[in-house]
């Protein structure tokens, strides 16, 4: 019999899940509160972009296979597996995740259940979590019905969700019982086909592994950038000092690459929200280094808006400074905590006229800050620039040719943010330009 599920939470990872569990041919219903995405989803149209997934979603969609409601009744009879896949965002007031979203899913699908079903979690959530969602499960749990509770961590990246949902590293189950870890692997069957490694644990571990990925992947980052911090001042190339460490395969070279830091809607806010959570549990001081690992993230914005401003002589009034790339990366129209963003802002509040073109992101940057000039071309953004930075790396932009650009700007000036530009060839050109991890003087005059 065809597998049921449902997926409570329709935003990056839930319209993945839902589309890509539909792809490996269940039957789908995905629930969100929000109409308007409702109304898209339904139509077969992706509210966000996603190489990929717009394509699975139209085709299961049509076939009936995939659609979406609002209704927790409607779910709860159409499924016995339920994914919730709900967003933790940090808190307005503090370092900590909100756990609204998980919690309101949670006690309104255990509302709904009158039978048998698995709840499987996929979000990220502070060590503990599933553990209380249980007792608690347990403590309301409709009389006759038998509800068990999983944990499922998801490590999708955005850009690559498809990919990594449907091949992904490896597959993590925190369980209970048996009986859940039979069904799991009954709906990752067609992964599990792959040779995909599978971690089968407890819940407190299940949580833990995917805090700690993302606190890993955050450090990575930041130790190259520290190291870029220190090139800037005494000389080197901080491209050369990534490969060469690199090599070593206990290091490897990925996600070693300087720039203007990590954004997006998972790093900087799990990297928050974990220690918040050591800090309840009294070990304030186990995860302090991820202090260290915030700070000198936001210190490469502060290096961008003060080497900018010092380019322009610290007079931002009246200066135009073209930006390409407002996303926290490419592929993604995601600019959830954009370094890009931040700094464009940053600028334009400085005074300076800043024109903005990214490639998918100009509509959600309008829609958080509207007052910056969105244009629809990297010509039209450059066009009489005083400076052009560069600091999401689309390929349309590291395609850039040095004349081509060269001819719409007013002065050729460039901050390479992200590294991607071959400096000889741009130099050549009579461009002066500068990076992460280059040590820069400004040139006389
Ligand atoms: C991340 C994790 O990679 C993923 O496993 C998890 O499920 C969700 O969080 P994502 O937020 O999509 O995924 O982005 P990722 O590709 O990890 O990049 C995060 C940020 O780090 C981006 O702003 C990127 O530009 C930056 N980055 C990445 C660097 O500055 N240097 C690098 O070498 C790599």
């Not at 202090?291 to 009246?318: K, M, T, Y």
């Amino acid at each position: 019999m065809t597998l049921r599920i449902s997926v409570i939470g329709t935003g990056y990872l839930g319209a993945t899940h839902a589309a890509c569990m539909a792809e490996l041919g269940y039957e789908v219903i995905g629930l969100d509160v929000n109409a308007e995405k409702l109304q898209a989803l339904s139509a077969g149209i992706l509210p966000f972009h996603e190489p990929g997934l717009p394509e699975l979603l139209r085709e299961h969609v049509a076939s009936g296979r995939l659609r979406f409601t609002d209704s927790y009744e409607e779910v709860a009879q159409h499924a016995d597996i339920h994914f919730v896949t709900v967003g933790t965002p940090q808190r307005a007031d503090s370092q900590s995740a909100d756990m609204s979203y998980v919690d309101a899913s949670v006690d309104s699908l255990v509302a709904n259940i009158s039978g048998e079903a698995l709840i499987v979690g996929k979000s990220t959530v502070p060590v503990g979590t599933a553990r209380r969602l249980s007792e608690r499960i347990e403590a309301t749990a409709k009389p006759g019905s038998s509800i068990t509770l999983a944990w499922n961590p998801e490590f999708l990246r955005e850009g690559f969700a498809v990919k990594d949902t449907l091949t992904p590293d490896r597959l993590v189950y925190g369980i209970q019982d048996d009986a859940s870890l039979a069904k799991l692997r009954e709906v990752y069957a067609p992964i599990l086909a792959l040779d995909t490694p599978e971690v089968v644990t407890d819940l407190e571990t299940s949580e833990l592994v995917k805090v700690a990925a993302n606190a890993f992947l955050a450090t990575k980052i930041s130790f190259i950038n520290a190291f870029a911090e220190v090139t800037e001042n005494v000389g080197g190339d901080i491209k050369t000092l990534a490969d060469a460490i690199g090599h070593d395969a206990r290091i490897g070279r990925k996600f070693l690459n300087a720039g203007v830091g990590f954004g997006g809607g998972c790093l900087p806010k799990d990297i928050r929200a974990l220690q918040a959570r050591v800090s309840e549990l009294g070990l304030s001081q186990t995860m302090g280094f991820l202090a260290e690992v915030d700070q000198i993230n936001l210190r490469r914005r502060d290096r961008v808006v003060s080497l900018a401003s010092s380019i322009l002589g610290n007079q931002l009034a009246g200066k135009r400074i073209c930006v390409l790339g407002v996303t926290f990366k490419p592929d993604s129209d995601d600019v959830r905590d954009s370094p890009a963003l931040d700094i464009a802002v940053r600028l334009y509040n400085s005074g300076a006229e800043v024109s903005v073109y990214d490639p998918e992101g100009n509509k959600n940057a309008a829609g958080r800050f509207p007052r910056l000039n969105y244009v629809d071309s990297w010509r039209e953004a450059a066009k009489e620039a005083d400076l052009v930075l560069l600091l999401t790396e689309w390929n349309e932009f590291r395609a850039l040719d040095p004349q081509e650009l060269g001819d719409v700007v007013g002065t050729r000036v460039l901050i390479d943010g992200r590294n991607v530009l071959d400096r000889p060839l741009w130099r050549e050109h009579g461009w002066v330009m500068t990076g992460p991890g280059e040590k820069f003087d400004l040139p006389e005059g």
